[in-house]
């Protein structure tokens, strides 16, 4: 299954349909595999040769997604990494990947250029940078895009189990994992969710989300399956994401629960400009009941939920599952099988609560050079994925919490998620993180940090929730208000960030 060929495919029989708007400017997939086959050209010339892995230091850009679509057609392995790395955070995924090329910009020249002594699998001429001038010890990267040659590259020969990319996880937890993803877990990802999604050629998708975020490429895959048009933004807006709905007609779009937010908070979100809208799709964190409701009053019957890991397991709950399962994350696509086991990795009747544990052909072949870290999360071909839920007698599955963020307070069993829902109901919460903080009397006490829509004083809040919990072992210690959360370059609240922001200045709430 070799995705790299999809392009020129498009290219030949659909070469002046639209196939990326980016910045202004419109490519038709003519014009995008002549540059894409410029750049791959460019790559060989190199000396770059299958299974070699490139690295991109880059924001959403045209350069990025050429490479991708590059690697693709050569063989070689892309390894996108966060423009936000710096330092020590940079030089170990780079090293890690064992990447001999990489690609940055302007701006991140000068944290590249810093780590330059740590990373000796990378050639001194193999750094390079977008942009028209390349600062000194490094090549302009316009260079690859000038190839003479806009023909295919040969044939690289690959199998379904040739390498595509390594995808690191988002380190909301610790020290990021490299994940490998296969030509064919690639292929899958094109035709599974097309299908799921009802994505179709006459299909229009938006991304406004960062596209080195894996959660990007359920929609940025069947971009590529299906040959549809893709809009791509160089950053989130929600103004430009409604005026780009409206103008263009836009029937697809994934987006973290926190965008769906902002968009939803801007007077311009009305049910007129959301009209052409089929499929809103929610990734990367748990999605709250009143966010849910206010998305379906916008925009009746688009809302789909995927829950899933990058490792390879996903369930989705469908817009037309929705109105009976409203806080469910939905049923395992077909292919794929669950399971909720107990600490004794026994199977739970449905109702108890357990490890969610999953397998399909989504499944990544491992970690990036660390079996030790594969065994631990798949056995006998089953990914135990660290969260915990319960299935309905329907087999429909809720998501409980990680178990890394389970709070124990006096023996005690507190998900966060639980009061997160109670807090994000009041009318001037905009988001909210429930996390543990260490108590001399109860071992752990929750936290509650938001992000206000409108004033409120942080001592008022504390006394409305604790009111409206089921129980006093979940009524919070403290509530923080700040101005906003500390998060990756998916969009993720990193819970892990704030508590240690917290540990560092005990007492403090603002």
Same mark, same amino acid.
């Given at each position: 299954?070799?995705? =790299?060929?999809? &392009? ?33 050209? /460019?790559?060989?010339?190199?000396? $770059? ?8 230091? $880059?924001?959403?850009? &045209? ?30 995924? &780079? ?12 701006? /991140? ?15 001194? #001429?193999?750094?390079?940078?977008? *942009?028209?001038?390349?600062?000194? =010890? ?5 260079? $690859?895009?000038?190839?003479? @040659? ?22 909301t937890t610790g020290l990021p994992k490299g994940i490998v993803h296969t030509h064919q877990i690639r292929v899958m990802y094109g035709s599974l969710f097309s299908s799921r999604f009802r994505i179709h050629p006459e299909s229009v998708i938006l991304h406004a989300g960062s596209i080195v975020f894996n959660g990007a490429f359920l ?46 908070? +801007? ?12 499929m809103i799709c929610t990734v990367g964190a748990p999605f709250h009941h009143e966010h849910r409701e206010a998305l379906a009053r916008v925009a009746p019957g688009v809302f789909y939920e995927l829950y899933g890991l990058t490792e390879g397991f996903v369930t989705i709950l469908d817009r037309d599952d929705y109105a009976r399962k ?24 449905? =109702? ?13 072949? =491992?970690?990036?050079?660390?079996? #030790? ?9 089953? $990914?135990?994925? /660290? ?9 429909? &599955?809720?998501?409980? @919490? ?7 307070? *006096? ?98 709430? +603002?």
């Amino acid at each position: 299954m070799h995705i =790299g060929g999809l &392009l020129a495919r498009h290219a030949r029989y659909q070469p002046d349909r639209l196939a990326l708007a980016f910045e202004g400017r419109r490519h038709t997939w003519r014009d995008l595999a002549d540059r894409v086959h410029r750049v791959a050209n /460019g790559l060989l010339a190199q000396g $770059l040769r299958r299974g070699d892995r490139i690295a991109t230091i $880059l924001p959403n850009s &045209l350069e990025l997604v050429e490479l991708y679509w590059a690697a693709a057609c050569t063989g070689l392995v892309i390894v996108p990494l966060s423009p936000l790395l710096r330092g020590n955070g940079l030089a170990t995924l &780079l090293a890690d990947s064992g990447s001999s090329f990489a690609v940055t910009t302007p701006e /991140g020249a000068t944290e590249l250029d810093a780590v330059r002594d740590r990373l000796p699998a990378l050639p001194a #001429d193999r750094y390079y940078v977008t *942009g028209p001038d390349a600062p000194p =010890g490094f090549r302009a990267f316009a260079t $690859l895009q000038a190839h003479p @040659d806009p023909t295919p590259p040969a044939d690289p020969g690959l199998g379904d189990e040739d390498p595509f990319n390594i995808m690191y996880s988002s380190g909301t937890t610790g020290l990021p994992k490299g994940i490998v993803h296969t030509h064919q877990i690639r292929v899958m990802y094109g035709s599974l969710f097309s299908s799921r999604f009802r994505i179709h050629p006459e299909s229009v998708i938006l991304h406004a989300g960062s596209i080195v975020f894996n959660g990007a490429f359920l929609s940025f895959m069947p971009w590529w399956f299906q040959g549809t048009a893709y809009h791509l933004h160089a950053r989130f807006d929600p103004e430009a994401v409604i005026d780009t709905i409206r103008r263009e007609r836009v029937t697809h779009m994934v987006m973290v629960p926190s965008q769906i937010v902002a968009v939803l908070a +801007s007077p311009a979100a009305t049910t007129e400009a959301l009209a052409s809208l089929e499929m809103i799709c929610t990734v990367g964190a748990p999605f709250h009941h009143e966010h849910r409701e206010a998305l379906a009053r916008v925009a009746p019957g688009v809302f789909y939920e995927l829950y899933g890991l990058t490792e390879g397991f996903v369930t989705i709950l469908d817009r037309d599952d929705y109105a009976r399962k409203p806080d469910s994350v939905g049923t395992p696509p077909p292919l794929h099988e669950m399971r909720i086991v107990g600490e004794d990795g026994r199977d739970l009747p449905p =109702g108890e609560v357990g490890e969610i544990v999953g397998r399909g052909p989504l499944l990544m072949p =491992g970690y990036h050079g660390r079996p #030790d870290l594969t065994a631990q999360a798949v056995r006998d071909g089953w $990914l135990f994925t /660290g969260d915990l839920g319960y299935v309905d007698e329907d087999g429909f &599955l809720f998501l409980v @919490d990680r178990k890394k963020d389970l709070i124990i307070s *006096g023996g005690a069993n507190i998900y966060p998620r639980d009061i997160e829902e109670i807090a994000v109901a009041h009318p001037a919460v905009l988001e909210v993180a429930v996390f543990g903080a260490p108590d001399p009397k109860w071992g752990e006490s929750p936290i509650a940090a938001v992000v206000l829509s409108a004033p409120a004083e942080a001592e008022e809040l504390r006394e409305w929730i604790n009111a409206r919990v089921d129980a006093r072992f979940q009524q919070v210690r403290e509530v923080l208000v700040l101005d906003a959360f500390p998060r990756n370059t998916a969009g993720k609240i990193l819970k892990r960030v704030l508590r240690e922001q917290y540990l560092a200045t005990p007492g403090t709430s +603002s």
